[in-house]
């Protein structure tokens, strides 16, 4: 059981919208740490697609987009593609050191 | 280009040991926090530990403290993962991983993972 909890799968058509959320706790996005997004496709390093809660590094395309509010953090994707069917993963930090890096236990995107 | 290039994993026994490498090219590696992070089959993503640019603060995963000791050597551009007392559980595909140093200290560059199986 992941600290920071994500759905275990979503799910869209092509052109839709899909959001993804991340819950976190008030050790970890609630103090106000950066929450980043991971896209990982099977056999590849995972690929950071959303850092410091809403900013999209060079190159990746603005159908992806990150907001958070409070605990939790959202990803959500625009004019979904097929290349886009993927697992995503939140990070963030935490102050208990028990772990300093987290993840969300991921989710997988499926394109119908 | 950033590049981390990974090698040392395979097949060891429960109880064995293997040592990962990472070695870094196209940045300044010395300037640079990094993080090995873990995939077991058919789980998510798991962070194993991190160590600053010089190596003075260093983070353990309680799944892997005081069994796994990270390190580096900054005149070798290189990262390094030793692992103790492999169990069963620590099966799965390493990661080494920069932290850029902005933007909330996302983990920006990965290698390409090395697969590490413990099994009799």
């Known amino acids: 059981q992941s600290v920071l909890t994500q759905p275990p799968s979503v799910s869209g058509a092509p052109g839709q919208r899909v959001t993804i959320s991340c819950t976190g706790s008030s050790s970890n996005i609630g103090t106000g740490y950066s929450v980043h997004w991971y896209q990982h496709l099977p056999g590849t390093a995972p690929k950071l697609l959303i850092y410091?809660?809403?900013n999209r590094p060079s190159g990746v395309p603005d159908r992806f987009s990150g907001s958070r509010s409070g605990t939790s953090a959202s990803l959500a994707i625009t004019g979904l593609q097929a290349e886009d069917e993927a697992d995503y993963y939140c990070?963030?930090?935490?102050?208990?050191?028990?772990?300093?890096?987290?993840f969300g236990g991921g989710t997988k995107l499926t394109v119908l | 280009e950033v590049q981390l290039v990974q090698s040392g994993g395979g097949l060891v026994q429960p109880g064995g040991s293997l040592r990962l490498s990472c070695v870094a090219s196209?940045?300044?590696?010395?300037?640079?926090?990094m993080n090995w992070v873990r995939q077991a089959p058919g789980k998510g993503l798991e962070w194993v530990s991190y160590i600053t640019s010089t190596g003075s603060t260093i983070y353990y995963a309680a799944s892997v403290k005081g069994r796994f000791t990270i390190s580096r050597d900054n005149a070798k551009n290189s990262l390094y993962l030793q692992m103790n007392s492999l169990r069963a559980e620590d099966t799965g595909v390493y990661y080494c991983?920069?932290?850029?140093?902005?933007?909330?200290?996302?983990?920006?560059?990965w290698g390409q993972g090395t697969l590490v199986t413990v099994s009799s």
């Open positions: 410091g809660d809403t």
């Open positions: 196209g940045l300044t590696f010395s300037s640079y926090e």
């Open positions: 990070q963030s930090y935490d102050i208990s050191l028990s772990a300093y890096v987290l």
């Open positions: 991983a920069r932290s850029h140093d902005s933007g909330g200290y996302p983990l920006d560059y």
